[in-house]
């Protein structure tokens, strides 16, 4: 080793030891006479001392020559600092240089590589070597690798199988679009890239494999936001011989162990919640439970008063904000701008004050009277000081408005606690969703989840109302993993493609593999898969999945360090038996 120690490891203790440290110049402090360089590397920073007396004159002039990010190795002798640093923990000491060697200089960083960067998000991508020196990337990266270890020791202990899968698979139809790579051997054919292991683990199971997982790269070609990537990881797995109950405990077991070992949490409880309550408390399939607001079914108090906007709505729906009575006009007048947005596209929005005297103040007085307003807080659980925010329309949109609106609300009055998590299970979703595009059914989750075995009849009367085997694991608003119960036997698949508009040559075509494995012995199983970035960008109380990739793409889908996507030389076309249309 080039080192002795690393720059975060010495201490008072180590006083007189004679060293050698490597890393990068964080920085120099030149006071003529007396020469400070601030040696960092991935552990932390030690203080080295350049002083004319003491250390010989070519040494201070050298330091003198050193800049930032800067690699050297240093030797020399650890003494006691005489103005000691509380801030980190080598603050007590430093490193009195005997000898400097400089491994190789460095150009001036084109941004500050410190946690306080003047570098912005797009620059410090483009040179995402040097972004990843900062302490807050690297921590980052450290909770993800506890985490990855966690999950690898957690379901190791509980017997599961690591089993890797391939990554050129055969591009099948429902779910985003597939990235797709084209066969030299076998020209104009093409491979895709997994958008997940999923037939492969039901393969597995089919082998006996019994308990399988993988943290595994997954691909999906879609529009981008914060929490999307192009390539992202999975912790996925499958079990056999199993019941929906069996799949959620051990689950929740993996959720407790990683809350402990990466954060040295407990987490409370793990709420079960049917989709359909889901929907009607909170609109939406992962709900965040942090902080209450619950809709409240307001039709039977506010319709047929007289107000057209109610009496013809599908839905009127409200959410109590307790303690905003004293919203100010200004306030109220920003909440209706917020759900006239057009991506929430509401048109408008009702309030109720109950004001601490017992009276009600709304928007709407002229159509209800005190007394009606009284019904409504009754309804909504609305005290004294208490607001109540009302939208109305057809029950899906609402219920969506109504849900960003509770959101924002969230945020607005601070109610949202990073570290505070609560974590549910959603159970029992639709098996199938209506498009109204393609004027069919699609499955929700995908082709392979099993219905309830006491609705199947169901499928060729009424298929919305046949509910999967499926669940959600969701975390303060976000869902952290999902799966299902899946299909074991080949009639039951082929029925499910026929409901899916496949017919039995497309089915064979795409699926046959599977189909025909059926037929082997297959055992019941189930599984699930977590969005191992999302848990992670969870963990460190972020936003962005971006933060806790080592080499993420921006928001067009780029990796602007290597400048990829990129056109590749007409001979590879060639090789390939591809021509590209001209732009337009």
């Not at 809350?259 to 919640?273: R, T, W």
């Not at 060729?460 to 993993?481: M, Q, R, S």
């Not at 990129?566 to 060639?574: H, N, V």
Request: hydrophobic residues 35%; proline residues 5%; glycine residues 8%.
């Amino acid at each position: 080793m080039l080192r002795t120690q690393t720059c975060g490891e010495l201490r008072l203790a180590d006083a007189n030891k004679e060293v050698t440290l490597c890393g990068w110049v964080q920085k120099v402090r030149d006071k003529g006479g007396m020469v400070w360089v601030d040696l960092r590397d991935r552990y932390g920073i030690t203080q080295l001392i350049f002083e004319e007396g003491k250390t010989p004159t070519e040494l201070v002039e050298k330091a003198k020559g050193v800049g930032r990010e800067y690699v050297l190795k240093a030797t020399g002798l650890v003494v006691e600092r005489y103005a000691k640093n509380d801030k980190i923990p080598t603050g007590e000491i430093e490193i009195q240089v005997t000898d400097l060697e400089v491994l190789n200089p460095s150009k001036v960083p084109p941004f500050i590589i410190d946690n306080v960067t003047d570098g912005g998000e797009e620059l410090r991508m483009k040179y995402r070597y040097l972004d990843l020196r900062r302490d807050e990337v690297r921590e980052k990266l450290m909770l993800r690798h506890r985490m990855l270890q966690a999950t690898r020791s957690y379901l190791s202990d509980q017997n599961f199988m690591e089993v890797e899968t391939p990554v050129l698979i055969k591009s099948t139809p429902e779910g985003a679009r597939d990235f797709v790579v084209p066969s030299r051997v076998n020209k104009g054919e093409f491979y895709a890239l997994p958008q997940s292991p999923q037939t492969f683990k039901q393969l597995l199971m089919v082998s006996g494999f019994d308990r399988y997982f993988q943290i595994v790269k997954c691909f999906r070609d879609e529009d981008l936001r914060a929490d999307r990537q192009p390539e992202f990881t999975q912790i996925d797995c499958e079990m056999s011989f199993v019941t929906q109950e069996d799949i959620l405990n051990t689950f929740e077991g993996l959720t407790r162990h990683l809350f402990k070992q990466a954060l040295a949490i407990e987490v409370g409880e793990f709420v079960h919640m049917q989709y359909e309550d889901a929907m009607r408390l909170y609109g939406s399939d992962k709900p965040d439970v942090r902080f209450d607001m619950q809709f409240v079914e307001l039709n039977e108090v506010a319709q047929n008063k007289g107000f057209n906007v109610f009496d013809q709505a599908e839905l009127v729906v409200g959410i109590c904000a307790s303690g905003c009575a004293e919203f100010t006009r200004k306030q109220l007048d920003a909440l209706t701008d917020f759900v006239r947005r057009p991506q929430i596209g509401a048109k408008g929005l009702v309030y109720v004050k109950c004001n601490e005297d017992g009276s009600f103040k709304s928007s709407v007085d002229k159509f209800y009277s005190q007394n009606d307003l009284k019904d409504w807080a009754d309804k909504a659980g609305a005290k004294p000081g208490d607001l109540i925010l009302v939208l109305s329309g057809d029950v899906n949109t609402t219920r969506k408005q109504m849900c960003e609106l509770r959101l924002h609300m969230g945020d607005v009055l601070e109610l949202k606690d990073p570290m505070n998590f609560k974590p549910l299970w959603v159970l029992d979703f639709p098996l199938l969703e209506w498009d109204e595009e393609t004027k069919r059914y699609h499955a929700m989750h995908h082709p392979f989840t099993s219905p309830k075995p006491d609705e199947i009849v169901l499928l060729d009367t009424d298929p919305g109302k046949v509910h999967a085997n499926a669940y959600d694991l969701v975390i303060n608003g976000v869902e952290i993993g999902g799966g299902s119960i899946r299909i074991h036997d080949r009639d039951t698949q082929a029925m499910m493609f026929k409901h899916l508009g496949f017919s039995d040559e497309e089915a064979r075509e795409q699926f046959g593999f599977l189909m025909d494995a059926f037929e082997y012995g297959a055992p019941p199983h189930g599984g699930i898969a977590f969005g191992f970035d999302r848990l992670c960008s969870m963990f460190g109380g972020s936003d962005s999945i971006r933060d806790f990739i080592a080499f993420p793409k921006n928001t067009s889908a780029r990796d602007v360090m290597i400048e990829s996507p990129s056109p590749i030389a007409k001979e590879q076309l060639d090789d390939l038996g591809l021509n590209l249309l001209p732009s337009e």
